[in-house]
């Protein structure tokens, strides 16, 4: 008997441990998943300055951010399923999901921008059609860890404004239009964050690394995820409170990013003026 009780102890000790660390203060629990815009890459002080940092601080919820540099659409499917992810989401009351940006971006992207110039598209095809389940995957694994959360889905943006514009934007089109599908498919699955209107058009909410929001850009999206928080009736406030400012990031790997990035526009340019696209 004393061997039983040992085993049941030690697997709520387990258990407990594994839980995020909440306050038990009645503010709602705000959790943010996804790739490394929601991990707050492209700022020095991610963790004070993050839009969902920001979210959190204006609402007075209970913060959780599970961002990760490079995640991709199956390596969150992974996350999901393990703690203290899964414990988190169990006690979330919103989650702020974004996704599906490093589906191509941690793929051939030379190639698939050459092949995109020249018109071939079979590569953003396959990556658009396996994100659709992976994406259906994600929602389900969600809901069924916590069938009352209230998830707030990110579409991506397109934060290039040079000759690789036209091949970021085909790439982003492809995963958002795998979101809003799912979401007319499946009424009510999600609320959905349209980040496009508020981030295009504006290369200042851009961090150096021409991927991730800037200082700036982390403002303006927190301002946007608190609208739609205060439409959907999950939150008082729309004007963000930023306890901390945010400093953009400027580390040597941003240099060799801009790099990479002038020398892709090279090849697009020289491929456009080969097959005249």
Same mark, same amino acid.
Request: net charge negative; proline share 4%.
């Given at each position: 008997?004393?061997?039983?009780?040992?085993?049941?102890?030690? =697997?709520?000790?387990?258990?407990?441990? =594994?839980?995020?660390?909440?306050?038990?203060?009645?503010?709602?629990?705000?959790?943010? %998943?996804?790739?490394?815009? =929601? !991990?707050?890459?492209?700022? #020095?002080?991610?963790?004070?300055?993050?839009?969902?940092? *920001?979210?959190?601080?204006?609402?007075?919820?209970?913060?959780?951010?599970?961002?990760?540099?490079?995640?991709?659409?199956?390596?969150l499917i992974e996350q999901l399923k393990t703690d203290p992810v899964a414990s988190a989401v169990a006690a979330a009351d919103i989650v702020s999901l974004s996704i599906g940006g490093n589906?191509?971006?941690? !793929?051939? %992207?030379?190639? *698939?921008?050459?092949?995109?110039?020249?018109?071939?598209?079979?590569?953003?095809?396959?990556?658009?059609?396996?994100?659709?389940?992976?994406? =259906?995957? *994600?929602?389900?694994?969600?809901?069924?860890?916590?069938?009352?959360?209230?998830?707030?889905? !990110?579409?991506?943006?397109?934060?290039? #404004?040079?000759?690789?514009?036209?091949?970021?934007?085909?790439?982003?089109?492809?995963?958002?239009?795998?979101?809003?599908?799912? %979401?007319?498919?499946?009424? +009510?699955?999600?609320?959905?964050?349209?980040?496009?209107?508020?981030?295009? +058009?504006?290369?200042?909410? *851009?961090?150096?690394?021409?991927?991730?929001?800037?200082a700036v850009g982390n403002v303006e999206l927190a301002r946007l995820v608190l609208q739609r928080l205060y439409e959907e009736g999950y939150g008082e406030n729309t004007e963000p409170v930023?306890?901390?400012? +945010?400093?953009?990031?400027?580390?040597?790997t941003s240099y060799i990013f801009k790099a990479i990035r002038d020398f892709f526009s090279m090849i697009v340019n020289l491929i456009k003026g080969v097959f005249g696209k």
């Amino acid at each position: 008997m004393k061997k039983i009780l040992c085993v049941l102890l030690s =697997a709520l000790l387990a258990f407990a441990c =594994a839980l995020p660390a909440f306050a038990a203060d009645g503010a709602k629990n705000y959790v943010v %998943l996804g790739d490394s815009i =929601a !991990q707050g890459s492209g700022l #020095y002080n991610s963790d004070q300055a993050a839009y969902g940092r *920001i979210v959190a601080d204006t609402n007075g919820y209970n913060y959780a951010n599970f961002g990760v540099n490079g995640l991709r659409s199956w390596d969150l499917i992974e996350q999901l399923k393990t703690d203290p992810v899964a414990s988190a989401v169990a006690a979330a009351d919103i989650v702020s999901l974004s996704i599906g940006g490093n589906d191509y971006l941690q !793929q051939d %992207l030379p190639k *698939i921008f050459s092949d995109i110039a020249r018109g071939d598209y079979k590569i953003i095809n396959d990556i658009q059609n396996n994100f659709r389940g992976y994406f =259906a995957e *994600i929602i389900s694994l969600l809901k069924a860890a916590n069938p009352d959360v209230a998830l707030f889905v !990110q579409t991506l943006y397109n934060p290039q #404004y040079g000759a690789l514009r036209d091949a970021y934007g085909m790439a982003t089109s492809r995963i958002n239009e795998v979101i809003t599908g799912y %979401l007319a498919e499946n009424p +009510g699955a999600f609320y959905l964050v349209d980040t496009v209107p508020v981030m295009e +058009g504006h290369p200042e909410y *851009i961090a150096v690394d021409t991927i991730h929001p800037s200082a700036v850009g982390n403002v303006e999206l927190a301002r946007l995820v608190l609208q739609r928080l205060y439409e959907e009736g999950y939150g008082e406030n729309t004007e963000p409170v930023t306890n901390a400012v +945010g400093v953009d990031e400027i580390p040597f790997t941003s240099y060799i990013f801009k790099a990479i990035r002038d020398f892709f526009s090279m090849i697009v340019n020289l491929i456009k003026g080969v097959f005249g696209k």
